[in-house]
């Protein structure tokens, strides 16, 4: 690992050492450029002459290891600086893919959802269609009943008066005949008045024709 950061170190700067060939004098890695000139012109002010010959060879080289570990350290702080970026560029990245899959995740599921709300809106729409139904079909039942009662009723009177018509004309016809002895719940089986419920249970006796209906 160690051999690799050495190796990516050098493919990375191994460009700025040595001069370029066939490059203008102005570029300081060009093979022209005027470096003793430079210092004539910018650097060799008589003071600091002064001073750097009166620190001495000794003190000038001491406070050039000092500069030189203070730019190893700010260059190394430098570059833990971008490798932190770059690792936090990639966290970043694969958040930002983790939140694009949750998003996705949850479009799916809201989807879903609004499917089975729709399909639940829809049953419970049947669900009331259907009670409602239920509940009509209840009323005309009963309605049905009601009037069944009402027809029985009008049936059993509309009975009655032409029992109570026939009985008045036998008082006419027969005036000796005695009519209370008739009974409109009664039938005649064999020459006999029975109750209409014994007669139905009583199948060996005949009844005359118009005397008892099956």
Same mark, same amino acid.
């Given at each position: ?62 406070? =050039? /290891?000092?500069?030189? +570990?203070?730019? @190893? ?8 600086? %971008? *490798?932190?970026?770059? #690792? ?37 729409? =049947? /669900?009331?269609?259907? +009670?409602?139904? @239920? ?8 309605? %049905? *009943?009601?009037?069944? #009662? ?65």
């Amino acid at each position: 690992m160690e051999l690799q950061r050495v190796e990516s170190a050098y493919e990375s700067q191994k460009r700025l050492h040595g001069y370029l060939k066939d490059v203008h004098a102005r570029s300081l890695w060009g093979k022209f450029y005027p470096f003793s000139v430079m210092a004539d012109e910018l650097c060799c002010f008589p003071d600091d002459m002064k001073m750097i010959d009166e620190v001495g060879h000794v003190g000038t080289s001491h406070f =050039l /290891q000092v500069i030189g +570990a203070c730019i @190893v350290a700010v260059e190394r702080a430098q570059e833990l600086a %971008l *490798e932190r970026e770059r #690792k936090v560029s990639l966290d970043i990245a694969e958040l930002c893919s983790a939140v694009q899959e949750k998003e996705k995740t949850i479009a799916e599921l809201s989807y879903s959802l609004s499917l089975k709300e729709a399909e639940f809106v829809e049953e419970r729409s =049947l /669900q009331l269609a259907s +009670a409602e139904q @239920v509940k009509t079909v209840k009323g005309e039942n009963n309605h %049905l *009943e009601s009037r069944i #009662k009402e027809l029985e009723h009008e049936v059993y009177e509309a009975f009655a008066q032409g029992f109570d018509r026939a009985v008045s004309q036998v008082k006419v016809l027969f005036p000796e005949s005695d009519v209370t002895k008739l009974d409109a719940t009664k039938v005649v089986v064999n020459d006999q008045l029975m109750d209409d419920e014994a007669a139905d249970g009583d199948d060996s006796k005949e009844s005359s024709i118009g005397d008892k209906a099956d």
